[in-house]
């Protein structure tokens, strides 16, 4: 069968005179034409819609923020839901069904008969256009005709799910000064007091004019508010008396609230033409749904998609509630089958307590179900596959908008193959983006929308002048709708999500997404669950919350493993400098997970707001948790030195307990954690080590050996990372001053030669470190001879190290020795445009911005800004990265190094190896390089700079193979892509 979407696209071109290629032209013309697109869509879906006047104009005005759609068309959001032209009245409508597995079944001529009964006693009673009616709900039959009877009538409906508490339920619906309030009072065996807490929101309501009963619940003692059953208005109603009354396309439909959890949640108004316009699109061209078929999502009525699928009932689809408890794995699973549901809509919440469980669905008849909706979270590839294998081999779609426009802005694709772990493709009409500092980014960047769209909200109740919802969306990127989302579109138009902007990390100077470390931790067996935040205080650090699965224990060798798979798959800045075991991560109402609360707990601060969360109480187990805690003394020999050694490597990485055998890199440790471990060795039994030592003496055993003088020191700046025959490997540190971020590098060669490491002077506080490249590489020239008296030498650096590298072997070279081979990696010679570019860069996007403003936002924007150049001051490298002194002032030392260093003309052979990402800040280095080395090979890995050493250090270690075994790359290697490299 023919999808719609491929049936409308032929109705398109045949109006707009053109052909489009495939489906990424289809999307780049109805983004670019997006007034012809909507025009036409309108003409194509409309006919069975309760929408009159002229299409012309579609769209008044050219950018996101104030243009309007539609200004000639009068329509009906309940009436086109409820057209009997998509769909006859005897077709099936809505099932509802409930905990007890009981369903009943209504027909769309039933639901719209039912629908104007009530809107005619509800006008009765004095609803008008322009009120607004509050309800709290279970998802049932009656909640959807409450909210089709509420809007047939012209009013703003707003609802909260029956679980939410009062003060949440105060802070949602007390700014709307609404003239009804909706309600079930059974809130049943989960919710025995939901009639206590429905009777009290109304006291605390005083524009209330009466009390709209959903279900036979008793209402608590005598009130002053007049209380109307719903069936009794039903049966009283008539429908012959109800004209189905039609508004202006921005006629205010839905008032839905953001999560809240950092302030008063706000309030977002919702036009009826939008909502319906995208609705039906998201639903017939992305969905592809069509009369006969029947969609169940789960959610509750607090949750946008619970207005998102009540409008498919436009589309002529039979929709299932649902309204009890999901206390099984197979649970919605079973109701889908019993259903026989089409389009089955959860969450990757969902997905991932059926994987973890070991659920299969070959008992269940799923022979109905076509496809799957995922949406709330991150869906990642493993639910792709899981389902795909486990429950039905369907396509997995995930979708992704948000309450803010009501809709999405990725999401599926009836003509196009699912990926996992991505969205399929952009919305149709949307000009979705990926942008970074006010421009298209390559990768990662914030979600926005460059094109006007019918969906985009009205704006915030009670911001007149719109200041707020300005501030929320457009004061970021003037006049472009900028979402807060962070996504990344690969050149098949696919979209990955990485979760919120704000809960971007930057840890010690590493900037990376949480929603990356989470997909690992998530991966490993026994995670049921994970949330990765920074903390500033104490010190800064990434925690990893984890929910463990049932039975498993969060044991010194699941810590090891847990770090060291977030180490090969990302980065070491990656590794979670803490790993705290709880039982539930903190969720808002809406069924999104809230860093910002878990930040707060970890950090000792009050959470604001806590009445936005579904589950504040495991705030409390967090700072139970987050707390410190000696490790358990359980064992004899913990008076012994490895003993109390154990113990002080368990506080200094965060862990329950470690054994004496525990290898300090397997464990998470870096060279951050190595310093004051180091430092508190040195405090407890006076023995100063060494930075190296760790690198030779990795385990508390061998670290014990050190402290009893049972084994020699190393030296702290020339130390032998392997053994091996043959001509040595010298490797130089980085900016860090030390080589531990290479050793996975290092462990991964199969040359049989030894590596010796250069680390920098300095990180030991004994001495003050050299701030020259040419100093460092003369003193580190010294110490290679030490080992190796002739050459030829084998030199590497990494990052900064590749410049010291580069200059001793210019060194090497005026003296007459040889340098092969001589490698590179990833080093960069200087920091990007002089400060004055910087600066008339950074004038003009906060000129622009200030043009986008009004009056007050300018004043207000002006006096943050001029606050917060006085407060930054001149900044050191080292700042922010909560390092201890000696090495402070080492990765100053060499980052000022590195500014004023300009390579010399090297006349010998060298590879340089490049990560494809860029570090931002710095200037393309290739162009320097190649100028100075005429011999230049240069080998490109995809990735960013630490994955050289981290993720991709495999592919790094074989090139380093190859030159170490006298292969020589050739010029027409250069800008290899990783795919390339592997296939070597």
């Known amino acids: 069968m023919q999808s719609q979407l491929a049936e409308f696209t032929a109705a398109l071109e045949q109006a707009s005179a053109r052909r489009f290629r495939d489906a990424r032209d289809l999307h780049a013309s109805s983004a670019a ?22 299409a012309e104009p579609v769209c008044v005005g050219g950018d996101v923020e104030h243009a309007r759609f539609f200004p000639s068309l009068r329509l009906s959001y309940a009436d086109s839901l409820l057209n009997l032209r998509i769909a006859g009245a005897n077709a099936p409508a809505l099932t509802e069904v409930h905990a007890d597995g009981s369903s009943r079944t209504w027909t769309r001529g039933e639901l719209r008969d039912a629908v104007a009964r009530l809107a005619q006693q509800l006008s009765a009673l004095g609803v008008r256009p322009g009120d607004r009616v509050v309800a709290v709900l279970r998802n049932d039959a009656r909640a959807a005709i409450a909210a089709l009877a509420v809007t047939a009538l012209g009013a703003t409906f707003s609802s909260a799910a029956h679980d939410m508490g009062m003060q949440a339920l105060q802070d949602r619906f007390g700014t709307q000064a609404p003239v009804l309030l909706a309600a079930h009072l059974d809130g049943g065996a989960q919710e025995p007091a939901l009639a206590d807490r429905v009777a009290q929101l109304a006291r605390s309501l005083p524009s209330l004019r009466a009390v709209l009963l959903l279900d036979d619940g008793a209402w608590p003692g005598p009130g002053p508010l007049p209380r109307i059953a719903i069936d009794d208005a039903m049966a009283r109603g008539d429908p012959a008396a109800f004209g189905w009354p039609r508004f202006p396309f921005d006629q205010p439909l839905f008032a839905m609230f953001s999560s809240g959890t950092t302030g008063r949640p706000k309030c977002i108004v919702h036009g009826a033409g939008g ?8 639903h017939r061209l992305h969905t592809d749904l069509r009369p006969g078929e029947r969609m169940y999502f ?70 109905a179900l076509r496809a799957v909706l995922s949406t709330g979270a991150v869906l990642h590839e493993r639910q792709f596959h899981w389902v795909t294998r486990c429950v039905k081999d369907v396509p997995v779609q995930s979708i992704s908008g948000g309450t803010d426009i009501l809709g999405c802005f990725v999401l599926g694709h009836p003509g196009l193959p699912v ?12 000009d979705v983006q990926s942008w970074n500092a006010g421009r298209p980014a390559a990768g990662i960047g914030q979600l926005v929308c460059t094109n006007p769209f019918p969906s985009r909200p009205l704006g915030f109740l009670g911001d007149a002048d719109g200041s707020r919802f300005h501030a929320a969306y457009f004061a970021q990127n003037a006049g472009v709708w900028t979402h807060g989302d962070l996504v990344e579109f690969d050149a098949a138009g696919g979209a990955r999500l990485h979760g919120r902007c704000d809960g971007v990390l930057n840890v010690r100077g590493t900037k990376f997404h949480p929603g990356e470390v989470v997909r690992v931790l998530t991966g490993v067996p026994g995670i049921a669950d994970a949330m990765v935040v920074g903390r500033e205080a104490p010190e800064p650090q990434v925690v ?17 493993l847990l770090r060291q798979e977030v180490r090969q798959a990302l980065t070491t800045a990656h590794v979670p400098d803490v790993l705290l075991e709880v039982r539930d991560l903190p ?20 959470v604001v707001n806590l009445t936005a969360l579904r589950n504040p109480q495991c705030l409390d187990a967090i700072r139970r948790r987050a707390a410190p805690q000696p490790p358990a003394m359980d064992t004899a020999s913990d008076a012994s030195l490895a003993g109390r050694l154990c113990r002080l490597w368990a506080q200094v990485l965060g862990l329950p307990a470690v054994r004496a055998e525990d290898d300090f890199f397997a464990l998470g440790g870096n060279s951050l954690r190595a310093a004051r471990l180091l430092r508190e060795v040195q405090h407890a039994t006076g023995c100063a080590l060494p930075l190296s030592s760790l690198l030779v003496a990795p385990t508390v055993r061998a670290q014990a050996a050190l402290v009893e003088g049972r084994q020699a020191a190393p030296s702290p700046t020339l130390v032998q990372l392997r053994d091996g025959r043959g001509r040595p490997l010298f490797l130089v540190h980085g900016l860090s001053g030390t080589l531990m971020e290479c050793r996975d590098l290092v462990q991964r060669l199969r040359a049989g030669v030894p590596v010796w490491g250069l680390q920098a002077v ?144 090297y ?47 495999p592919v790094v270690a074989r090139l380093l193979d190859e030159v170490l075994a006298g292969t020589r790359p050739n010029e027409a290697d250069a800008i290899a892509p990783l795919a390339r490299v592997n296939a070597a």
């Not at 929910?547 to 060798?557: D, S």
């Not at 320097?928 to 994955?947: F, M, S, T």
Request: charged share 25%; net charge positive; glycine share 10%.
């Open 33 to 54: 034409e997006y007034r012809t697109f909507w025009r036409e869509f309108l003409a194509w879906s409309g006919p069975p819609l309760a929408i009159e006047g002229a």
């Open 275 to 282: 909502s319906l316009l995208e609705h039906v699109k998201e």
């Open 298 to 367: 789960h959610t509750s009525c607090g949750w946008m998609m619970w207005n998102w699928q009540l409008s498919a009932l436009a589309s002529g689809v039979e929709i299932v509630t649902y309204d009890g408890p999901v206390d099984s794995v197979e649970r919605l699973w079973e109701l889908v089958a019993r259903h026989r549901v089409h389009v089955f809509g959860t969450s990757p919440g969902y997905l991932k307590m059926g994987e973890d469980a070991g659920f299969e669905a070959s008992r269940l008849d799923l022979s």
């Open 419 to 430: 990926r996992p772990g991505f969205a399929q493709a952009r919305s149709l009409g949307l």
């Open 544 to 560: 990893a919350l984890v929910v463990l699965a049932k039975g498993t224990e969060l044991t010194p060798a699941l810590a090891a």
């Open 587 to 606: 969720v808002t109402h809406n069924g999104k997970y809230s860093e910002a609360a878990a930040r707060a707990a970890l950090e000792g601060r009050d």
């Open 762 to 905: 300095g990180l030991d506080g004994r001495e003050a470190p050299l701030d020259d490249v040419r100093r460092i590489a003369d003193g580190y020239v010294a110490q290679v001879r030490t080992v190796q008296p002739r050459g030829p030498y084998a030199l590497a650096g990494f990052s900064f190290g590749g410049q010291v590298a580069y200059e001793m072997a210019c060194q090497l070279a005026a003296v007459g020795e040889r340098v092969e081979p001589l490698v590179l990696l990833d080093p960069y010679v200087r920091r990007d445009l002089p400060a004055w570019c910087d600066h008339a860069g950074r004038a003009w996007l906060a000129f622009t911005r200030l043009l986008a403003m009004t009056q007050a936002q300018r004043g207000t924007y002006v006096r943050t800004r001029w606050h917060s150049l006085r407060a930054s001051g001149a900044r050191r490298a080292s700042d922010g990265l909560g390092l201890l002194a000696p090495q402070a002032r080492v990765l100053d030392a060499m980052a000022g190094a590195l500014e004023r260093y300009r390579p010399p003309r």
């Open 907 to 953: 006349d010998g052979r060298l590879l340089l190896v490049r990560a494809s990402g860029r570090l931002p800040g710095y200037l393309d280095p290739l162009p320097a390089w190649r100028r100075a080395a005429p011999q230049l090979v240069v080998r490109e890995v995809r990735g960013e700079h630490l994955d050289l050493v981290g993720a991709n250090a």
